[in-house]
T-cell receptor, first 112, second 114 residues
Framework: AQSVSQHNHHVILSEAASLELGCNYS??????LFWYVQYPGQHLQLLLK??????LVKGIKGFEAEFIKSKFSFNLRKPSVQWSDTAEYFC??????????FGTGTRLQVFP | DADVTQTPRNRITKTGKRIMLECSQT?????MYWYRQDPGLGLRLIYY???????NKGEISDGYSVSRQAQAKFSLSLESAIPNQTALYFC?????????????FGAGTRLSVL
């Protein structure tokens, strides 16, 4: 069965710090990978996605993620966070079932 | 995404009551989904529908039912609400044509069962 692990449950950073959020999945076949962001009180929005090609994908607001197939990972990064990045971040994977499996989420708090 | 509309946005109800959450979309997508979000558990799939005549159970369908009234409408019902159904509920839509099948979410319905 497919599953997604996000090991960082709560991350607290100061503005301008670098960010890396971990995401590991378990599935042996071809996967599509996603990061969604949920700002306080809002719905989930797609941050970035990987389907094929270059394993380093760039999303909105300066975020990027790298797909490392050998490590079953799709970590999210941003070189310098802003207060407005405070949100909850969800990694999700889609295998051959065409259903999205979400991780438990990482709550990011950025202080000025 | 304003193209996926959920009503109501907030609802408080009592144990044993029947509740219906509505979802409508103007994206023209065939596929629609209902998730619940609980703190520390992420989003879990309740039901999904790949077209009007196709409805499937997700991982946590017990205690819920759905109705796909039209391509644009997908309702979630709690026949007899219980307190552990207190959660944030999201509807989503997707379109697999074109290969990517990205899901787009509504703003959510916060349900409290007392």
């Amino acid at each position: 069965a497919q599953s997604v692990s996000q090991h960082n449950h709560h991350v607290i950073l100061s503005e301008a710090a670098s960010l890396e959020l971990g995401c590991n999945y378990s599935y042996g076949g071809t996967v599509n990978l996603f990061w969604y962001v949920q700002y306080p009180g809002q719905h989930l929005q797609l941050l970035l996605k990987y389907f094929s090609g270059d394993p380093l994908v760039k999303g909105i607001k300066g975020f990027e993620a790298e797909f490392i197939k050998s490590k079953f990972s799709f970590n999210l990064r941003k070189p310098s966070v802003q207060w407005s990045d405070t949100a909850e971040y969800f990694c999700a994977v889609k295998g051959n079932t065409d259903k999205l499996i979400f991780g438990t989420g990482t709550r990011l708090q950025v202080f000025p | 995404d304003a193209d996926v509309t959920q009503t109501p946005r907030n609802r408080i109800t009592k144990t044993g009551k029947r509740i219906m959450l509505e979802c409508s979309q103007t994206k023209g997508h065939d596929r629609m989904y209902w998730y619940r979000q609980d703190p520390g558990l992420g989003l879990r799939l309740i039901y999904y529908s790949f077209d009007v005549k196709d409805i499937n159970k997700g991982e946590i369908s017990d205690g819920y039912s759905v109705s796909r009234q039209a391509q644009a409408k997908f309702s979630l019902s709690l026949e007899s609400a219980i307190p552990n159904q207190t959660a944030l509920y999201f509807c989503a839509t997707s379109d697999p044509s074109g290969g990517e099948n990205i899901q787009y979410f509504g703003a959510g319905t916060r349900l409290s069962v007392l």
